[in-house]
């Protein structure tokens, strides 16, 4: 089956004024959609790869043939990465995460001052286009990663749980070369509901 750009569960500008409707609009609706309608394209006509999902052809990356592996992992992982991506903030969010995922935060960074410290700092040094990550590792850790242009924690053997988008086209309209500003302002959108049921979804 086709991927499916994904609805938003909110509005356009539900996420002002951290993140603008402009942005959000042609994010959602231009750029997400052309990744997705390139994945769709590259494994048409392709039985062995249209019967899994995208998320499992990023797992298996090694496995899918040379001639449209490129294809997969760049718009494969640009289908995947954005559904994530909009699937972890949301409107109306109060800042801290609770729950579990609190906890384990706590354990493995030392506090969530210092967790944020290093995901801010992945997000800053990604150098060009990419992703920062909060990611579960195979033994069940958590971990920062950085991935550059549109590569997936997935086809490393990692669960994500939490991501932001640098590229440009995430922040370019209102914050221009203010990568920093768009970070910051990113933790007022972070959805730790959805961010706690990965994470229990991951162990
Ligand atoms: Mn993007």
Known sequence: MAYQLPQLKYAYDALEPFIDAKTL???HS????TYVDRFNAAVAGKPLLESQSAEDLLVHIDTVPEDIRAAVRNNGGGAVNHSFYWAVIGPRQNGE???PVADAIRAG??????FKAKFTDAATTQF??????????????LEVIKTPNQDSPLSIGKKPLLVIDVWEHAYYLKYQNRRPEYIDAFYNVI????????YLAAK
Request: proline share 3%; charged share 25%.
């Open 25 to 27: 609009e042609i994010h």
């Open 191 to 198: 959805n730790w509901e959805t961010v706690n049921e990965l």
């Open 30 to 33: 231009k750029h997400h959609k």
């Open 97 to 99: 995460p609770k729950g």
């Open 109 to 114: 960074f030392g506090s969530f001052q210092e």
């Open 128 to 141: 060009g286009s990419g992703w920062a990550w909060l990611v579960m590792t195979k033994d069940g850790k």
